[in-house]
């Protein structure tokens, strides 16, 4: 079975039923399935066999649906660029991926100029080109029956860029069996139905395509595809489409809605599912008071292991387990070790490991950065974390945002979790910084609610209360939010440049 199968079978189950909504356009399951063997058809005809690789540079759109799975269909590997990048690093990328066609949103080829030039065969445009061949004009007339050819479960499905928190990111390489198996993971954790319309808002370039779109096509379930996070419309397309599963990343995003929400009837929203970052208290609170029927889902994931699930925090468990990423999903294994691969005791910080089967092939076209992170059949995920008693797990933080200050370490995420407790504090973000005392010195970078005048003393006394001498900033800096990337993690490496910028 392989990810094109799952489409094909749609197409004959849940036939006319909306497959997606977007905007105004609706489309069919069996509409989505045919425009997906022609678009199979059309890049066969163009030379693209089994294992080639065609990026596509697109934001959330009907046609990135159908290209991704008609390429699924003939066994080539679909590569979605995140759109958020420079044009810099979005040419290194594609040159990595050896691309052999590049699908291309008109108003997004000055992301490529490398690779669109006029009458380039190695370039086609989803909208209209005078210069470049059109897809719609590519697909038109083609054959709408399933493309011939055997596609494994082990062949490669898809590349998805790592963050690049920290300089360029690698192409994970996940197999159609990754894939599918995490998309089944997140049905069976959450109980997704063909019943279900869920939110796709976030970007399909991202795994969140295995995470979040993938298990509403395996059930059948329709979905709400936006391509702009506009609080306004989200909130409009729930309550004229009766969304059931309503999903942002990162979870302070829900801020963005309370004014807007008392307008809507969002009484349909049977869960509320986020990732990427601390998911405190009162943020639940606020969720679940926006949505009145919702049950609340968190989850922790990377794209080494196939998706964002790869632990799930449960409705039951929200605030009884406050802090908590959840248990690891039942098919994967895990460890936490420590540096010499030994496991740790229950309850002491050591990293986390994983292995199964929605583990990627590898780091694409990279052999030397795959062996850093796979060994011995694990994937190091680079996470410190800690077992309580009942075998929930606890991230402490990324072991590269360790701070050593003074010979002790000091867990940034502890102390940006202890801030955000603060009642003027809406984000925070900690950071070690040089200092020819201590080795290092931590520094908070804070975010405080609007129209609140906090100075660093007030912080500083704050934080003396609850944490260790160690852990208390030395210095805090203010701003007006925290850059982050477009998977909603916060990129240390841009605020280390804001804060010493300051100095």
């Known amino acids: 079975m392989n990810v094109g199968s799952v489409l094909s079978r749609n197409a004959v189950i849940f036939k006319n039923k909306p497959a997606i909504w977007f905007y105004n356009q609706s489309v069919t399951w069996d509409d989505l399935n045919r425009k997906s063997n022609q678009a199979a058809h059309a890049f066969k005809e163009r030379g693209i066999k089994k294992g080639d690789v065609v990026a596509l540079v697109t934001e959330n759109c009907v046609e990135m649906v159908e290209i991704i799975f008609g390429l699924a269909k003939l066994g080539a590997i679909s590569y979605p660029v995140n759109t958020r990048l420079s044009v810099e690093t979005i040419q290194q990328l594609v040159d990595l991926s050896q691309a052999k066609l590049l699908v291309v949103q008109q108003s997004l080829l000055p992301l490529v100029p490398e690779f669109s030039q006029p009458n380039s065969s190695q370039c086609m445009v989803i909208g209209v080109s005078k210069t470049l061949a059109n897809y719609d004009d590519a697909i038109e007339g ?7 050819g055997i596609v494994n479960s082990e062949d490669i499905f898809i590349l998805f860029g790592t963050g690049g928190t920290t300089g360029l990111p690698k192409l994970v390489a996940l197999s159609h069996q990754a894939s599918m198996v995490n998309a089944m993971n997140m049905i069976c954790d959450y109980g997704f139905t063909c019943s279900d319309v869920g939110l796709q808002v976030l970007p399909l370039y991202h795994v969140v395509f295995n995470t979040l779109f993938l298990p509403y096509v395996f059930v059948g379930a329709s979905v709400v595809m936006l391509d702009v996070f506009n609080p306004e419309a989200i909130l409009q397309n729930v309550a004229e489409r009766g ?14 809605f309370e004014s807007a929400a008392t307008h809507y009837d969002l009484s349909s929203v049977r869960y509320f599912l986020t990732a990427a970052a601390s998911f405190s208290p009162e943020l639940k609170r606020k969720t679940q008071a926006l949505f009145s029927n919702t049950r609340l889902g968190y989850s922790y994931g990377l794209s080494e292991m196939g998706g964002g699930n790869v ?11 406050d802090g908590s990423i959840g248990v690891v999903t039942k098919t994967l294994n895990w460890r936490v070790v420590q540096d010499n691969g030994d496991d740790v005791p229950k309850g002491t910080i050591g990293e986390l490991v994983l292995n199964g089967p929605t583990m990627m092939t590898g780091y694409y076209r990279n052999e030397t950065a795959t062996k850093d992170t796979v060994r011995d059949g694990w994937c190091y995920t680079g996470d410190l974390v800690r077992e309580d008693s009942d075998g929930y797990l606890y991230l402490v933080d990324r072991r590269k945002n360790m701070i050593k200050t003074g010979g002790e370490n000091v867990y940034a995420k502890i102390v940006e979790d202890y801030l955000t407790n603060h009642p003027q504090v809406v984000e925070a973000a900690v950071l070690g910084l040089p200092d020819p005392q201590w080795g290092e010195r931590v520094v908070a970078v804070v975010v405080a609610r609007d129209g609140v005048q906090l100075n660093e003393s007030e912080v500083v006394e704050f934080c003396k209360a609850g944490l260790a001498r160690y852990e208390v900033p030395k210095r805090v800096v203010f701003v007006s939010e925290l850059p982050r990337n477009s998977s909603g993690k916060v990129v240390k490496s841009m605020l280390r440049s804001i804060v010493m910028g300051e100095t």
Request: aromatic letters at 6%.
């Open 142 to 148: 083609r054959s709408t029956e399933d493309p011939e």
């Open 243 to 256: 969304v059931t599963i309503f999903s942002i990343v990162p979870p302070v995003l829900i801020n963005r």
């Open 311 to 321: 632990t799930i925090l449960d409705p039951n468990h929200q605030f009884t387990k």
